[in-house]
């Protein structure tokens, strides 16, 4: 049975602050960060939305009544939680009216969730071929202002549903996997910003793709030419060329004129929206599918996904026949051309506006945020969601 990818959309904040300008502020050169790091715009979430709301919009663009119907799971994976209970997804549940015969968890292993969740609903759905699976990926990136991580914040959420004989791409087995106990990247529960060993995770994350790209090798006989695309986890877009670079040279010329052309669409919407966390890797695929027009139904692409911690992961898919009219280039092209540049000071300003731990009863502004779904206050220490639309 074929089972993969049949549906994916995602979600970013109205805001955006320009990275050059951080720069200058920061008093940095901009050339670091546009070329060392390789960023152009970050994503500001304002405080009506959280991993919750984020989540619930992308998949609102993305399900139609039907799908609501047949979606028997929804995994959630985040490493911005809200609860340390409940899992995010239920309120999805609620949100988007999904039908109440589903499983509902959240998963968590850094950025590496929702690669996790992937693999679950291709199980889940071997077994029960007619289920539909909802994969959430939703996150806020927060460093902290004046911090080295800084420049590789941002906000947003993927939505991706996995079924049998998928639109978009099917999902090869074998793959290969990799989890050593390191502290490269964490967060503590008393903290709403990561601690980091910068150069550490980079490291790591170089290390573990060797890793798994040598395994998956070894399992499958695949080597470069197999591949018309490989897409990376991307906390910053500089980190996947690192990756890529490390294997370049196996291939020939063609080989690297190839991957390198593609990795550079596949890098476009990462480089404006910043470090989306769980859904990065994903958000690097929306991307080289909806811009590129060359790509034909057939073509084999890899994926390397890593979550600090860490675990690592390489696997293969197989674009479908027809896959580009599944996407949903349109509304993303809006969803990005819409959005407003905001100063420094103004990034600053919103950064720090974060509830007080605890506070019991809150109503916050959801008429600033154009988003259709927003995170509207807190009763009773209940956390509260708007969808608009309803
Ligand atoms: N023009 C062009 N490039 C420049 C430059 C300039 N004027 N000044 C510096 N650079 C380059 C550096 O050479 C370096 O490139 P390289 O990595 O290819 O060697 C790059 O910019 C970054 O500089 P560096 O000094 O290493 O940055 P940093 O110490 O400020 O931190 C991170 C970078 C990524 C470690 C930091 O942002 C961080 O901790 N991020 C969060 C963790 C993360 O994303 N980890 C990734 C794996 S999960």
């Not at 920061?26 to 991993?51: C, L, W, Y």
């Amino acid at each position: 049975m074929k089972i993969g990818i049949d549906k994916i959309g995602f979600y970013t904040p109205h805001m955006y602050v320009d990275i050059k300008e951080l720069a200058i502020a920061r008093n940095v050169e901009p050339e670091k960060f546009t070329i060392g790091i390789g960023q152009e715009k970050m994503a500001v979430p304002p405080i009506t939305q959280d991993s919750v709301s984020l989540a619930a919009n992308a998949a609102l663009e993305i399900l139609t009544d039907e799908d609501k119907k047949t979606i028997d799971y929804v995994i959630f994976a985040t490493e911005s939680g809200i609860d340390h209970s409940k899992a995010a997804s239920i309120y999805i549940h609620e949100l988007l009216d999904l039908n109440s015969s589903a499983r509902s968890i959240e998963v968590k292993q850094a950025c590496y969730g929702a690669t996790a969740g992937i693999q679950i609903a291709k199980g889940h759905i071997a077994l029960n071929p007619e289920s539909k699976v909802l994969i959430l990926g939703s996150d806020i990136a927060r460093y902290g202002l004046h911090t080295t991580g800084e420049v590789t914040q941002g906000a947003g959420a993927v939505a991706i549903l996995v079924s049998k004989d998928p639109k978009i791409m099917t999902i090869e087995s074998p793959s290969a996997y990799q989890t050593e106990q390191v502290m490269d990247f964490w967060r503590p529960i008393y903290s709403d910003t990561a601690y980091v060993q910068g150069k550490l995770s980079v490291d790591q994350y170089l290390s573990f793709f060797q890793s798994v790209w040598k395994e998956h090798k070894e399992k499958t006989g695949f080597e470069l030419k197999d591949f018309e695309s490989i897409f990376f986890h991307l906390p910053y877009t500089k980190m996947g060329l690192k990756a890529l670079r490390t294997v370049i040279d196996e291939g020939t010329e063609a080989d690297k004129d190839r991957l390198l052309a593609n990795f550079e669409i596949s890098k476009r919407y990462n480089t404006i929206v910043g470090n989306i966390y769980t859904g990065a890797l994903y958000l690097s695929l929306i991307s080289l599918l909806e811009l590129n027009d060359t790509i034909e139904p057939g073509a084999r692409i890899g994926l390397f996904s890593y979550g600090s911690g860490a675990v690592g992961e390489f696997f293969s898919g197989i674009l479908q026949p027809n896959y580009r009219d599944a996407l949903f280039a349109d509304q993303h092209e809006k969803l990005l051309a819409d959005r407003k540049e905001i100063s420094v000071a103004k990034y600053e300003e919103v950064f720090q506006d974060t509830l007080p731990v605890g506070i019991d009863n809150i109503a916050l502004p959801i008429d600033e945020d154009p988003a259709t779904i927003c995170f509207s206050g807190i009763k009773d220490h209940m956390r509260q969601y708007v969808n608009k639309n309803k």
